[in-house]
């Protein structure tokens, strides 16, 4: 086949010149359209990270319970017992923003298969949701129908959805984040890599049948959007979580026996990248018979079928001789199996197609050598501090704290996550609103804390900052439950890496990042890079998202936020100095979005962290509340929420202003709970080790009180609280569509 | 008491019944597959929560005409006891071993809480061991809204049929109805999820009643 490799047709394959010219070096001959396809996923941004990979080498990666680090499916942690947790958070946005109920529904399977493929039984999925100005046109469909799809996913899986962020921004009108965690538990001494070996082993393909849908997908996640861009709905592709329910058993199943020397599910650039990431891993070759493959249509052409991204899709490698044992078990899950190919000791990739060779690639450049980009940046504008005189506004700060909790992001998102199942399994002890949710390891006393984090307004005024603070957030969410934080995953939503203001952003966060995961011994086992989060030349704010993953030795010993009784003290643990740059409050409140986001003084992090982590182990805590957006009032405000105890906090300390005591971000905090007869020791260890811990009030009656300000009522707060989200989807549409 | 839970493909609360039949009746529970044929010899047949065929068609229809199905007909025109529970309890009608259809609900979208119900009657085989007084026990499900025409109503009315009653109604049900007994009492259908409310760290033990009481009338 000859082809003309016009400017037209690369573009189309999104592929530059530079990167053709590698192309044709590495094969020593033009490429067919086969494999100019296979080279167009395989170095796509989204299965290459070519312009993230020289600066995702800046993790910390590794710490002695650390099992498997990035570049496998997932991240792997050891958690005691022979047990292992795995654990990885991927995006789907662009599909979402198009059609959001199956392009969240398919980012749910997608993330689960990373996860069982490992040889996981999936426990827990969380999402973290940033959409639009609720005004926005279309944002209250994206709303609903990325809930409904993750619901629509999740809840027939059998996988509990028990946590996750929303929050909105204009920043995101035109490109919404859909960024979904998948938790799973695995013996440790059966963690399946993908890497296939044994030369003349077959290589098996099991679940549902290729269709031609989700041509392209990965490219299309590695460009800019246009408005015209909803046209691409066919690329789109359609779930079936009854079909990936039947994948997970038999799956599982089949691992057990034995038979399985590799196992990669087809997610991304779909059959060309589990059979190149299986073969690369390997250090293998494999021949593949596209005549073998299941379809769902006829007439597909060789392109068409390596390119689809139909869901619900596994290869592996069985042993040779065992492939009947696969079979059997797929026949009793109902399930689609063929041998599509062979091990091979040869390096190269080579696809059979109705008696031709339609590729034949050599596997290492195509999957390993794909291009490396160290792209400009440009410098970043340094924020300018707010100063304090400007934000002295009048302030009513009861009045304050209701706006706030009304506001859409602190409002409670009970109406999302009364659409997940959160409750299958029978292993959440701690459900979605209270914090870290908290998940049983089925059939002990150990549990797994849970939480993802990241402040999107910090990173946009300044990605370093913002980047450290996502870290420490999730490290700080999941001490305050009690647990040890291990390890996080992220997914790292940015604008076009092109452009050096945004590869700046990109760059500064992964090393704020990186610097808090080494103060913390909170190392990065898995993520996912998601970039050209752009529409129409306008990105996203930068959203280095964290998910993070921690260990309760004992579940009788966790904390919740719910437990809180009157008579408690109230007891503030760190540092207050008011900062309310880049604060909820100035925006909600004074509508600015300005100043620089709160520093984050690692070593106090984990000083004041590891003070409260000892104190709940103790006992001495009866509810933790970390401290975040609307500072130490919101604090106070869902914490009496959530224990349905009234409380009342004493006035700004002298050297304080009002409206930062009340509503400053200063990082490194938390408000706890204690038993009156426990409150004198604990502020003596708080003394003896150096550590900032004043009793700032306490609890009891049914409204919370600041300082000298009227009481406000809990149901008032409740009401604030509960209130916006169902308000806002039952409001008449309009003109909206 | 020998009991049993069948697993159909999609079900996704079956272990978690088994987990909870086995604490609260302190013996093993036999498991069972939706293409067998027979059941092993039991007193009480559970047929879990999930979405059995990824509740393709109608929710229940295609596992009410599973393999298995002939089996249970023929446990509970012996008298054996059955207990469907959420996806279980949508089997049950479209098997037409319990009066009613389940269709979506009201509000049209999936509701998961922890809900207030009250016993209706407390004198059957599932709910002799509950006290007077509202039970919370969670519900979870996107077609949970129970429908029957006017005389059926009447009748399970009249013959103390309705077990439980929701409080607190989150999809619709006609007369809040939150699950219904045969007119021998020995089958159960409910959208709750008892198995969900045995363990206080999940924040309610209102489901062991219902176990306590099968023991009950079953017999250790």
């Known amino acids: 086949m000859t082809l003309a490799i016009t400017d037209e047709l690369l573009a189309r394959h999104k592929l530059s010149r530079a990167e053709y010219a590698d192309i044709l070096r590495i094969l020593g001959r033009e490429p067919n359209l086969v494999e100019l396809g296979i080279f167009s996923v395989m170095w796509s941004e989204h299965c290459s990270y070519k312009s993230s990979k020289i600066h995702l080498k800046k993790f910390p990666t590794t710490a002695p319970w650390v099992v498997c680090g990035p570049g496998e499916n997932a991240g792997v942690v050891d958690i005691g017992d022979g047990l292992v947790a795995v654990f990885k958070m991927e995006s789907h946005n662009h599909p979402s923003f198009i059609e959001p109920y199956q392009g969240a529904a398919t980012g749910v399977g997608g993330i689960l298969r990373d996860v069982f493929t490992m040889g996981a039984r999936p426990v827990a999925l969380l999402d973290a949701l940033r959409f639009g100005d609720p005004k926005a046109p279309r944002m209250r469909h994206l709303v609903s129908g990325v809930v409904a799809g993750i619901g629509g996913y999740g809840n027939c899986v059998g996988v509990p959805t028990v946590g996750g962020e929303c ?66 709905r066919p690329t789109v592709q359609v779930g079936d979580p009854f079909t990936e329910k039947l994948l997970i058993e038999a799956c599982l199943e089949l691992m057990e026996t034995g038979a399985i020397v590799a196992i990669q599910d087809m997610g991304a650039a779909g059959l060309t990248s589990s059979s190149f990431e299986m073969a690369a891993r390997g250090g293998t070759g494999i021949e593949l018979d596209l005549d073998a493959v299941p379809l769902r249509e006829a007439g597909m052409t060789a392109y068409e079928i390596m390119l689809s991204e139909s869901q619900e899709r ?94 859409p992001d602190l409002s409670s998102k009970r109406w999302i996550f009364e659409q997940y199942d959160w409750l299958v399994g029978c292993d959440t002890v701690v459900p979605p609103g209270l914090g870290a949710a908290v998940v049983r390891v089925h059939g002990t006393k150990k549990a797994l804390a849970l939480t993802t984090d990241c402040t999107p307004r910090y990173c946009a005024a300044d990605p370093r900052v913002g980047g450290m603070q996502a870290v420490a957030e999730a490290w700080r969410n999941l001490v305050a439950v009690g647990a040890r934080p291990l390890a996080i995953t992220d997914c790292l939503n940015f604008g076009n890496p092109e452009r050096p203001p945004i590869m700046a952003q990109l760059v500064a966060a992964i090393e704020g990042m990186a610097e808090a995961c080494r103060a913390l011994d909170f190392p990065v086992v898995s993520g996912n890079v998601s970039l050209y989060n752009e529409t129409d030349g306008r990105a996203i704010l930068p959203t280095p998202q964290v998910g993070g993953l921690g260990l309760i030795e004992d579940v009788d010993r966790l904390v919740r936020l719910d437990a809180a009784r009157a008579g408690d003290r109230l007891v503030l643990v760190g540092e207050c100095t008011g900062w309310l740059g880049a604060s909820l409050f100035l925006r909600e409140i004074l509508g600015r979005e300005e100043g620089a986001p709160p520093p984050v003084d690692l070593a106090l992090e984990r000083r004041n962290g590891e003070f409260v982590a000892r104190q709940i182990a103790r006992g001495a805590v009866r509810a933790c509340q970390d401290l975040s957006d609307g500072g130490l009032a919101v604090g106070a405000a869902e914490l009496c ?29 938390y408000l706890l709970a204690v038993p009156p007869d426990r409150l004198g020791e604990l502020l003596a260890a708080a003394a003896a080790e150096g550590v900032l811990a004043r009793e700032v009030g306490s609890l009891g009656g049914d409204a919370l009180t600041l300082g000298g300000h009227p009481p406000i009522s809990l149901e008032a707060m409740r009401q604030a609280r509960e209130g916006w989200f169902a308000a806002w989807m039952n409001e008449t549409s309009g003109a909206e569509g | 008491m020998r009991a049993a839970v069948v697993t159909f493909p999609g079900s996704n609360c079956d272990r978690d019944l088994v987990v909870a ?26 047929l879990p929560g999930g979405f059995s065929w990824g509740d393709y068609l109608r929710c229940g229809a295609i596992a009410a005409r599973a393999p298995i199905m002939a089996a249970i007909r023929r446990h509970a025109e012996r008298g054996g006891y059955l207990l469907g529970i959420c996806n279980g309890f949508q089997i049950l009608t479209e098997a037409g071993l319990l009066p009613g259809a389940l269709v979506r609900n009201a509000g049209l979208r999936f509701v998961c809480r922890p809900l207030r119900l009250a016993v209706a009657n407390r004198n059957s085989a599932f709910t002799s061991a509950y006290g007077e007084g509202p039970v919370t026990i969670p519900v979870a499900h996107h077609d949970g809204n129970y429908v029957i025409d006017r005389e059926g109503l009447a009748r399970l009315e ?34 709750p999820h008892p198995e969900r409310a045995v363990d206080p760290r999940l924040g309610s033990e209102d489901g062991k009643p219902l176990f306590a009481s099968l023991l009950a009338a079953i017999g250790g």
């Open chain 2, 158 to 191: 009249g013959e103390g049929r309705i077990a439980f009653r929701y409080l607190d109604n989150p999809n619709g049900s006609v007369a809040d109805i939150a699950g219904v007994l045969d007119a021998r009492g020995r089958i159960l259908g409910m959208m």
């Open chain 2, 21 to 46: 039949m086995e604490a609260c009746f302190g013996k093993p529970v036999v498991r069972v597959w939706h293409a067998d044929h027979e059941l092993p010899p039991v007193d009480l047949v559970g």
């Open chain 1, 314 to 407: 596994m290869l592996l490698v069985a042993a040779a001789g065992r492939e009947e044992e696969a079979f059997r078990i797929c026949r009793k899950w109902g399930l689609d199996a063929a041998v599509v190919g062979r091990v091979t000791d040869t390096g190269r990739m080579v696809i059979r197609h109705k008696g031709e060779i339609v590729a034949d690639l050599p596997v290492a450049p195509v999957s390993g050598a794909s291009p490396v980009y160290d792209r400009p940046v440009a410098p970043l504008p340094r924020p300018v501090p707010l100063v304090a005189e400007a934000i002295r506004a009048p302030l009513d700060p009861p009045q304050a704290l209701l706006r706030l909790l009304s506001s």
């Open chain 1, 167 to 232: 929050t909105f921004h204009p920043a995101y009108d035109g490109n919404i984040l859909v960024n979904v965690m998948c938790v799973g538990i695995a013996r440790a001494d059966r963690v399946f890599y993908a890497r296939a070996a044994g030369v003349g082993n077959p290589v098996v393909y099991i679940g549902a049948k290729t269709g031609r849908d989700g041509i392209h997908g990965a490219t299309m996640a590695s460009a800019e959007f246009s408005e015209a861009d909803t046209s691409l």
């Open chain 1, 641 to 669: 929420l959530a224990s349905g105890v009234g409380g009342s906090l004493a006035p700004p300390f002298a050297s304080s202003e009002a409206c930062g005591w009340w509503f400053g971000e200063d990082q490194g905090r």
